[in-house]
């Protein structure tokens, strides 16, 4: 189903970055009268983040937005490096390399927008949703099957964890809890 070049970028993965809108959500950004922001999280998508986790694979998110219930979902999720209102993602992408001691081909990225084409540009497993915008899906990789907030995430995660062999480690300490 793919290549193995594409599987040998995968196997090389030890951080997993994540865009929140229209990756982790479907891209509605729902709104109160008060102004309050609402998103929509797929709970699967989660899961798959929670396996990466487990599997000893950094996660974090790059969003350009600010928002309390993508800290929320960040926290509920246990993910490691959360950076908000990022108008230049090069910027955070370089932080989170230093601060981990990760090197580009380490690291893959989901983003689905114009903003998050220099991310994909710079890391080694770049990825993105079905519905992602042309632009960048000429710059994908890994294009999931899926769109974003509709499993796009869990199929990005269970494909970095099945290329590192650590899938079924990871499936089975969760199904055979006790």
Do not use: W
Not at 2 to 26: C, I, N, P, R
Not at 61 to 80: C, D, H, P, Q, S
Not at 105 to 130: F, H, Q, R, S, W
């Amino acid at each position: 189903m793919y290549s193995e070049e594409l599987v040998q970028k995968a196997a090389k993965v030890k951080a997993a970055v994540f865009d929140v809108d229209g990756v982790m959500t479907d891209a509605s950004l729902t709104f109160d009268e008060n102004g309050v922001e609402y998103k929509t999280f797929n709970a699967k998508d989660g899961q798959g983040v929670i396996l990466l986790n487990k599997a000893g694979i950094v996660t974090a998110i790059i969003t350009a937005r600010e928002n309390g219930t993508v800290r929320y979902r960040f926290k509920n999720l246990g993910m490691t490096k959360l950076y908000e209102g990022c108008r230049n993602k090069i910027a955070a992408l370089r932080d989170f390399m230093e601060e981990f001691n990760l090197k580009p081909e380490e690291i893959a990225y989901m983003g689905d927008d114009l903003p998050d084409i220099c991310v994909l540009k710079t890391v080694g497993l770049p990825c993105c949703p079905n519905d992602a915008v042309d632009e960048v899906r000429e710059h994908a990789l890994f294009v999931s099957s899926k769109n974003g907030g509709r499993g796009a995430v869990r199929e990005m995660c269970n494909f970095i964890l099945k290329s590192t062999g650590k899938y079924d480690q990871v499936v089975s300490e969760i199904i055979n809890r006790k």
